[in-house]
């Protein structure tokens, strides 16, 4: 009986191929979709849900002296021993050099680019539960120069070869492995290939064991009593008082729980875990609500207009003998026939373009960690679509007499109803809705790629200096003066780090100083480089002068921005500022930089240059004028190598960084155009269907048309008004819900554009071109149709 069923169903959806398309089009492009949103939402929901023990991070919120305050999730060594050693409630500790990438790494002579790395002492991985896989966990991480590897590491570089006593070099120096660590779940806010001791750092960083000292490390607590908590913070809290307030130095410690962070970290400056906002996830989980709603609201109308269209012989059936039940049946096999292709299509999408959207959105979905969901979300929709679906398309069988049934009369498409152009209205407004929003997304991202930072980036390069101590003056003298007799070299100039890359992306460049008079300390940025910077990077002067000449005297100034001008003592030119035991007199007042970025507030920036004995000078930075950058790069490689053949070189092209400042708009704007795409194709392959079906209901009408006198171009003309005023309806009713959202998302920026309206209508106009040439390829087949061949039928 079944095969009966079966064959019908294969055979109704053969006989209305174009409507089975349709349908199998539109609903496979929503699940596949709502699928990636679906698993988008259980992997971010549940970022570091995976512990078995509360934990906790410790933030800080720093200022001197009644200053500017920071808020930063970092601290130096001693933190954590104190807080287990003197105060009950706190049971353990874990403290972590934050994730960051070795930029190169070598493993039996083979170079490998960009492993992500971490720095912990030898409770690490029984703080927080980690397998180890390999190695003795009591052993491991005790020495300056041990390393652990993850599970996926080991087996890409040392495949079935067993990797303990193995060598790794970076940082030019080496380490062995001695253990392999089981790899963290991928919604996990730290991810890492290895991890060292953080014994390495410490005898690299004499500071690291004051508590004044280098704040470079993240502090990880665990509470024998969560009750306990907020007495316990005041405890640390007093702790702190007493440990900085002889530096003038106040700092308020919180707690925050390791399931927040990756949600509630944006206020946090040099936080370098994987991080989002609230509102872009809650963004994205919108988005793909109303695809899945305008997916499954057109599969349904349109199927069920199929059903319509087909009451008559269905009653007919049912005439001849059918069972109510063996119509019932022969339907949901068929719904279900179309769901499961469906969902099948959906499913081979979704796992093509699943890296696209990861990269693009900067999400960390994996199929293989949700099958049982991803089950369950298919069960879901199937049953609920094949009851609904059967329901609707089934529902005129009983009501519809057989004298209306024979005169091919339907509900949806009936001349009073207006369903199919309510679909319309609500699928073109979502469709307006996006593409506006995507499109203003690429206007300000495109916006920040050409904006002026207040500096020159063209033609420069940037050789990043990574050696393990600070080159020596002559020897830098050396590497400038080989490299400037590079035909096509311009300048060169050495700085302590690239300008506009963003907070925390070169180190912390934040330090204290005192204005003229006044006791107060205030945190400003510092530029330190050589004495050419203005010049090189052609930044004005709105005040004084530039750097004297004599270099003495030069290594006693100072060059400010505007914002000193808000501090206490600030006279102007010739104001004295404080850095540490140094006096430098202000000489000039530079115009605005933007060295965070054109996303981020810059602040105070003081400008100083010391040729001999200044600050870790870590980018050399080249000008060049030749059209041929690579063979400046050999060359400059190849000096390199020369002088420091123990170190890899690593060249960058200046506006390619800045760039990377604005990836994540630059993701928004594809994952919007992705899916503006996808609810622009099926809202087309709902008006295909609706128009279709218009068309074959109206045939007689326009025949009788054609009889009486009207062109094609009459006919065409009057559809397409019938369905072009209803998108054109949804354009209007989509640009204040449009504005309100840009505009909302556009306040993120203190840089950005103007809504262009302009834009939105150029791009309204095509979207109502393709309508109109969608609703014309419909028609014009029934209207080059002899009338008598449709007239003779009635």
């Known amino acids: 009986m079944y095969k009966i069923y079966l064959s019908l169903a294969i055979r109704n959806l053969i006989k209305n191929y174009q409507n089975t398309m349709i349908n199998l089009l539109g609903l496979s492009l929503g699940l596949a979709s709502t699928l990636f949103v679906f698993l988008f939402y259980l992997s971010e929901s549940n970022f570091d849900n995976f512990y078995k023990d509360d934990i906790y991070r410790m933030n800080y919120k720093m200022s001197v002296s009644g200053g500017n305050a920071l808020s930063i999730p970092l601290c130096s060594f001693p933190h954590g021993t104190a807080y287990q050693e003197r105060i009950d409630n706190v049971v353990d500790h874990a ?46 991480l005790k020495d300056k120069n041990d390393i652990l590897v993850s599970e996926s590491f080991s087996k890409k570089y040392f495949h079935k070869e067993n990797p303990i006593g193995k060598r790794i070099e970076f940082k030019n120096d080496t380490f062995i492995i001695n253990g392999v660590f089981k790899d963290l779940p991928s919604n996990s806010h730290i991810q890492y290939d290895i991890i060292y001791s953080i014994e390495y750092l410490r005898s690299r960083y004499n500071t690291s064991d004051l508590w004044e000292g280098a704040n470079i490390f993240n502090l990880y607590l665990k509470f024998k009593h969560d009750d306990k908590i907020p007495s316990t913070l005041e405890k640390i809290n007093d702790l702190l008082v007493e440990k900085f307030s002889p530096f003038r130095i106040t700092n308020e410690a919180s707690l925050q729980h390791i399931s927040e962070i990756h949600f509630n970290s944006k206020d946090l400056s040099h936080d370098f875990v994987n991080t989002r906002s609230y509102e872009s996830f809650l963004i994205v989980i919108t988005v793909g609500i109303i695809i899945l709603s305008l997916a499954l609201f057109n599969f349904i109308v349109l199927y069920s207009v199929q059903k319509d269209n087909e009451i008559t012989s269905l009653t007919l059936m049912k005439i001849f003998g059918a069972h109510q039940n063996d119509i019932i049946r022969s339907t949901c096999l068929e719904v279900s026939l179309m769901i499961t292709v469906a969902t099948g299509v959906s499913f081979i999408l979704l796992y093509f373009i699943l890296p696209f959207l990861n990269e693009q959105l900067n999400a960390v979905v994996h199929i293989g960690d949700y099958i049982y969901s991803i089950v369950f979300f298919y069960l879901i929709i199937g049953a609920s679509l094949s009851i609904l679906l059967s329901y609707l398309s089934l529902r005129r069988v009983n009501t519809v007499s057989l004298a209306k049934s024979l005169s091919g009369q339907t509900q949806l498409f009936s001349s009073k109803n207006k369903t199919e152009k309510g679909l319309l209205l609500i699928q073109f407004l979502i469709v307006f809705s996006i593409v506006s929003i995507g499109v203003t997304i690429y206007q300000q991202y495109q916006y920040l790629l050409i904006s002026d930072y207040g500096f020159d980036y063209n033609n420069t390069l940037v050789l990043k200096l990574n050696t393990k101590k600070q080159i020596p003056h002559q020897k830098l003298e050396l590497l400038k003066e080989d490299i400037n007799k590079i035909n096509g070299v311009e300048d060169i100039m050495l700085s302590n780090e690239m300008i506009g890359k963003g907070k925390g992306k070169n180190g912390s460049s934040l330090i204290m100083v005192k204005v003229g008079e006044s006791e107060k300390d205030e945190l400003a940025y510092i530029l330190h480089a050589d004495d050419n910077y203005l010049d090189f990077l052609d930044i004005k002067l709105k005040e004084g002068n530039t750097f004297d000449e004599n270099k003495h005297k030069a290594n006693k100034q100072c060059i400010v921005n505007d914002d000193f001008k808000r501090f206490d003592g600030w ?48 980018f050399l930075n080249i000008k060049y004028n030749s059209q041929n950058p690579i063979e400046i790069i050999d060359k400059v490689e190849s000096i390199w190598d020369q002088l ?5 070189s690593e060249l960058l092209f200046y506006d390619l960084e800045l760039q990377q400042n604005y990836t994540a708009i630059q993701g928004q704007q594809k994952a919007g155009s992705f899916f503006g795409i996808i609810s622009l194709l099926i809202a087309i392959s709902g008006l295909w269907g609706i128009t279709r079906f218009s068309v074959l209901q109206r045939k007689q009408e326009m025949s009788i048309r054609k009889v009486n006198g009207a062109s094609r171009l009459d006919i065409l003309v009057l559809f397409n008004k019938d369905y072009l005023q209803w998108i054109l309806l949804a354009f209007i009713i989509s640009l204040p819900i449009s504005h309100y959202f840009c505009s909302l998302w556009l306040m993120n920026f203190p840089n950005r554009i103007a809504i262009n309206f302009g834009i939105w209508g150029t791009l309204a106009f095509g979207i109502l071109l393709m309508s109109i040439s969608t609703i014309t390829m419909i028609c014009w087949k029934v209207i080059n149709i002899n009338p008598s061949k449709i007239l003779r039928d009635l």
């Open 95 to 140: 403290t972590v050099y934050h994730q960051h990438l070795i930029p190169y790494l070598s493993i039996q002579k083979e170079n490998i680019e960009g492993v992500k790395a971490i720095a912990a002492e030898n409770n690490y991985l029984h703080f927080f539960d980690i397998p180890l896989l390999k190695g003795d966990k009591k052993k491991v």
């Open 571 to 618: 006279e102007g030119i010739g104001s004295i500022i404080e850095l540490g035991d140094e006096k430098l007199e202000v000489v000039g007042i530079i115009q605005s930089l933007s060295i965070n970025g054109l996303i981020e507030e810059t602040g105070p920036i003081l400008l100083v240059t010391n040729a001999e004995n200044g600050w870790d000078r870590n």
């Open 644 to 648: 420091f053949p123990e170190t890899h």
